[in-house]
């Protein structure tokens, strides 16, 4: 498994990340074999958040590792608090009351990585910085980032946290590629000229932040999977074209098309399918020529000016 640094850390992770919001479809014995599989693979950077299957996905984690000091060693875990039912929040006592909680169910003393969730209207980023370094003098983190936050967002956030922002998890994938398209159609009229994010894919490429794209297979907010839907026929035969020519599947060039970039991204794989997972993998070892990155780019309906 190719590896990255994480933002500006000296953390050195897999270049895909395994995400386990849906761990709490697979029974304990799926649970321990995928997982299994993960770590045999290289994919020991496991993604949760505290709200998935309402704390369930956590718990099931931990139990199909059989988390203890050794098996915690082997992996680095990232977890994301800060959604709550109907309102975002960020305010100190609800950052520390998550991790608490969130340590609890992965029965482990630290996380890795701590990612803020959605962004809260109301943060008070003096509340963010103090929470921030309480976690990190206890060592229950040992890093941060963020979540779905715009240059601004950050920034207003770094006006006060001394920690870096090491991440920002971002929905990206080939056919919700805004961020990528704005930046191409610079001055233009078109559609695909709106900036949407602040210029976020530079902003984090300038600021050391690891881009981690969320739903790299979806189209759409959850609508569906682009890869064999009928909606998208020039792309998946482009697709099928390049999977053929490198002896893999179409789910490995979707990712590969994602790691082509140089900001060196880190895909959420969201499957709980082994063989889905190892596809997803064999995406390291390719490197997409620039023609065909742009020939995938083009055939998903963006443009170039």
């Not at 045999?40 to 998935?52: K, L």
């Not at 680095?76 to 800060?82: A, F, M, R, W």
Request: proline share 4%; glycine share 6%.
């Amino acid at each position: 498994m190719r590896t990255i640094t994480l933002g500006s850390s000296s953390l050195e992770v897999p270049a895909v990340a395994v995400g386990c919001m849906r761990i709490n479809s697979l029974d304990k014995t799926e649970a321990e074999r995928f997982v299994r599989t993960a770590m045999e693979e290289g994919a020991n950077f496991f993604d949760h958040a505290d709200i998935y299957g309402g704390g369930a996905c956590e718990e099931i984690f931990a139990d199909a590792v059989q988390m203890n000091p050794t098996v915690r060693e082997q992996m680095i875990l990232q977890s994301k608090c800060g959604i709550r039912q109907g309102m975002f929040d960020f305010s100190k006592e609800h950052i520390l009351a998550s991790v608490d909680g969130i340590l609890s169910r992965l029965k482990t003393d630290y996380l890795d990585v701590l990612l803020l969730h959605r962004p809260d209207a109301l943060v008070e980023p003096e509340e963010v910085a103090e929470a921030f370094d309480q976690l990190e003098r206890s060592g229950k983190v040992r890093h941060f980032g963020v979540s779905n936050q715009n240059p601004m967002q950050i920034q207003l956030l770094q006006k006060s946290v001394k920690q870096p922002i090491v991440a920002n998890q971002l929905q990206l994938s080939i056919t919700n590629a805004t961020m990528i398209s704005s930046g191409i159609n610079v001055n233009m009229e078109n559609a695909s000229a709106v900036n949407r994010d602040g210029s976020v894919l530079d902003f984090c490429r300038l600021h050391d932040i690891t881009i981690q794209p969320w739903s790299p297979f979806q189209y759409g907010f959850f609508e569906g999977v682009f890869l064999g839907s009928d909606k998208f026929p020039e792309l998946n035969q482009k697709i099928d074209e390049l999977a053929e020519k490198y002896s893999v599947t179409n789910t490995t060039i979707a990712i590969a098309w994602l790691l082509r970039h140089p900001a060196n991204m880190q895909p959420i794989i969201g499957t709980m399918n082994t063989e889905r997972l190892k596809d997803c993998i064999k995406a390291t070892h390719i490197t997409l020529t620039r023609q065909e990155w742009y020939e995938v780019y083009r055939a998903a309906g963006n443009i170039l000016p």
